[in-house]
């Protein structure tokens, strides 16, 4: 069994943006099969978004700061 050191490739501090537009604070997780997102909000904590790295078909860089 792999550490959870191990199950994911990277774990970066992340911000998703729902359909209205309310700002979910959380981490983005990519491991060899998905990309995960997962809330680090105590009040949300069960939501989480996974997609499936073979689903992923363009990636547009867009600068989120300021």
Do not use: C, H, P, W
């Not at 959380?26 to 939501?47: M, Q, S």
């Not at 997609?51 to 992923?56: N, Q, S, T, V």
């Amino acid at each position: 069994m792999k550490s959870q050191s191990r199950k994911y490739l990277l774990t970066v501090a992340a911000t998703f943006y729902n359909e209205k537009n309310e700002k979910i604070d959380g981490k983005l997780k990519i491991n060899k099969e998905a990309i995960v997102f997962a809330a680090t909000d105590k009040k949300i904590r069960l939501f989480k978004i996974e997609i499936a790295l073979k689903d992923i078909v363009d990636i547009i860089k867009k600068s989120s700061y300021g």
